[in-house]
């Protein structure tokens, strides 16, 4: 549908004037024959492509969105500079006028498009526009959602930097119709920060502490799921190998597999401590920030590796309508982000959390960390903040967070040819073992055809016993996935020749 065209003018019922209305190009026109109100939203290079309608309808007020609202920024965005000093965020298109106008129309406001109930989803899409101001005030609506929305939305942020905006009204509007422009005035440029108290009591720390202790989800090999409980969440994975030594298959099949858990290894007979058999989980998304791999090649890659076919090589003969299937099995739940040779950790940021709160993405791989470092001053201090909020992240929102990281060159023998991966020859080492909850190395010689990758655990902050060799892993040159194996047979790769391409 068209967008619609109409006329700037004041709203008398809501205290707003003319020149506000024109500020944002807040219009009255006409729909299905009612009067209306037009809000027009523009995308991220200041073209309009939605509008959201209001009018009344037998007394009924009603709403409606034209065009495409899912292409849109925050109402207003586009009206202001993109960094400043503060800027306040509203729950409505009037409530961001309002608050403009008794600030004479100069300092940054917006408004979220869908109300509190998606209030983090839509802010998450701009986490790194807004991450430019110093201080962020959120002047929501007083009522119950608005203040559920103001907690999940402060957690977008970083620490200290969002404050909230209480008032004796329901809304910015309605101070302002009601003639107390000063006061509201007031309430927003004397703000609380939401730094939360670290303060508790038993009481409130009770109930969480009476929770039986969970497995985790299933890794795709049982051995692994048995020595560390499964995959935990609100954790971060650190994982370092050397060339050649399955890393990139093996991060393939974690994702794979919790994508299509019907694929996993059988962990029948697994339990927990009160007998219940270990629960397969549903179809999770995953979301994927590869630095040095094109996502429609990761795609091919695990279509095939839900196949069964190495898909990467020229001579293995394959269905296409089969690989069509596999393909459609994975959509909706593969979420890559086409961060192919990016730098910039705030834009990742944004979108890591654009994933969590508006997909329900909770499994995560980025791969390689030191990306992220490449180019910063101090790569050391860059990577230790770095790790310190994607920990925070992981906590915060209940995801898990696989970050695979390069190895510095050790002592002896390379990791190559099957030298033990320790902690501190992960780059950065201190910053990745210092946020870490769990750290995993992955060794092979690969100058060996017979030698199996071995699963080393290195860090295990929860229960402190998945350290050492976990379990052995081998190559299946048919499938192209990685197979348990046990580590003391050896567990060669199947019809061995090159390995170059692992």
Known sequence: MDLLTGVVEAIPKRGLTRDTADKFGYKVGTFKGHKAHIATYHDAAGRPVAQKIRWLEDGKKQFTWIGDPKAATLYGQNVWRDAGKMIVITEGELDALAVS?????????????????????????????????????LCFDMDEPGRQAVEACAKLFTPGKVFDCRLPLKDACDMVKHHRSAELVDALWGAKSTRPDGIKTVADLREKALEVTQWGLPWPWRSLTERTYGIQRRYVYSWGAGVGSGKTTTMKQLMLTAMRPDLLESHEGLVDYAGNPIVIPPPRKVGTILFEENPAKTLRSLAGMAMGKRLNKPDVPYDPAELEAAIDSLDGLFLPLDMFGARDWDTVKANVLYLILAEGVLDIWVDPLTALVANADDERRALDEIMAELSGIAEAHGATIHLVSHLTTPQGTAHEEGGRVLEKHFTGSRAIARWSHAMIGLERDKQDPDSPTTVRGLKDREFGEAVGPLLGLTFDRETGRMVECPLESGCPFKDETQNHDL
């Open 101 to 137: 106008q008794v600030q004479n129309n100069r300092w940054p406001v917006v408004s979220i498009p869908n109300g509190a109930g998606g209030a983090a989803r839509d802010l998450a899409k701009q986490v790194a526009w807004l991450e430019r101001f110093e201080k962020i005030v």
